[in-house]
């Protein structure tokens, strides 16, 4: 099977193993061998290029408004799938004009592809296409699980809303009063207040993030639910993380430190908890022993192959 995603990212073609930023969307296209196409090439494709597409929508849509993506994608793909982008309504920010193309480019799509369960509900409901999930993967061939374990508590997020970085920060201190044991990941959106109140890694390639992760000894994640690459990065290292119950890799992975939405007083209980070493370990292996069973490359990819063979 041919199959191809396409989206703003600007390299072109299949992604080798050894690849030094394996995020999300590069790790999809490496498992399942796909050909990667940066959307303004899509229009030097032959036609029927690939059997099924899988297309990412960027954020900013403005420039597309006017192009003829979708009939430049049905003549390259026999089948065209697109996976959500960022939560499930992030795309309702955008001004009236990219939201009506971006609804009117759902409904022509033969399958939309999800993050979470709830996601599959809302564009379901929304769209009344079918709606399948495309789970977070690690291609890990190259990274050396947790085999030190640190003190430090890791904030997967700054302090805007959407990450909740404001929250994570005061459930952290629960595990450790002192605020140099806590720190926190660098986005686009981090405040530069941010810098005064505690430590931050800097921007860095995925290679290098998932193996300084290794040296932390909890996650805490409270924010918005979409690809759950930090709590699945966790559970990799089998480090326990705490966040809510709408991200699938939380949930399904990290049973023992999960709470639901807005619940704050139990993921402050539970970061005390975690300090009791037999409570620890129990996490630890849960999470290592459910990243295998759920979210292992092999299951992804028989996943996925399940999926389109039934479009």
């Known amino acids: 099977m041919k199959i191809g995603f396409f989206s703003e990212a600007g390299y072109e073609g299949k992604v080798p193993r050894n690849h030094p930023n394996m995020r999300t969307d590069v790790a999809w296209v490496c498992a399942l061998d796909a050909y990667h196409c940066p959307l303004p090439m899509i229009e030097k494709l032959p036609d029927n290029s690939f ?26 793909c026999k089948k065209v799938t697109v996976m959500q982008e960022s939560y499930y309504n992030y795309w309702q920010d955008s001004s009236i004009t990219e939201q009506v193309w971006y609804f009117n480019f759902l409904v022509e799509m033969d399958l939309i592809f999800c993050h979470n369960d709830i996601d599959l509900k809302y564009y379901a409901g929304l769209t009344n296409v079918r ?21 430090g508590v890791i904030i997967g997020g700054n302090w805007v809303k959407d990450y909740g970085g404001f929250d994570s920060f005061q459930v952290g201190l629960e595990i450790t009063d002192n605020p140099d044991d806590i720190t926190a990941i660098t986005t686009g959106r981090m405040k530069s207040e941010e810098n005064d109140l505690f430590k931050h890694l800097p921007w860095m390639y995925w290679s290098e993030w998932i193996n300084v992760l290794s040296q932390y000894h909890v996650g805490v994640q ?21 966040a809510y119950s709408n991200s699938n890799t939380q949930r399904i992975l990290h049973p023992h430190t999960t709470v639901e939405l807005g619940d704050i007083e139990k993921a402050k209980y539970i970061a005390r908890e975690l300090k009791d070493d037999d409570f620890y370990k129990l996490c630890m292996e849960t999470t290592q022993e459910r990243y ?6 092999k299951v992804f990819v028989e996943h996925f192959h399940k999926v389109v063979n039934s479009l």
């Not at 295998?292 to 490359?297: A, V």
């Open 51 to 76: 059997d099924v597409g899988v297309m990412i929508i960027p954020k900013k849509r403005e420039h597309l408004v006017y192009y003829p993506l979708l009939e430049h994608y049905r003549r390259v």
């Open 131 to 151: 709606t399948e999930l495309l789970p977070t993967v690690m291609i890990t061939d190259n990274v050396l699980p947790r085999n030190e374990w640190g003190d």
């Open 222 to 242: 409270l924010g918005t639910a979409a690809a759950g690459t930090f709590n699945l990065n966790c559970s990799f290292h089998g480090i326990p993380c705490i």
């Open 292 to 297: 295998e069973k759920y979210y292992s490359e």
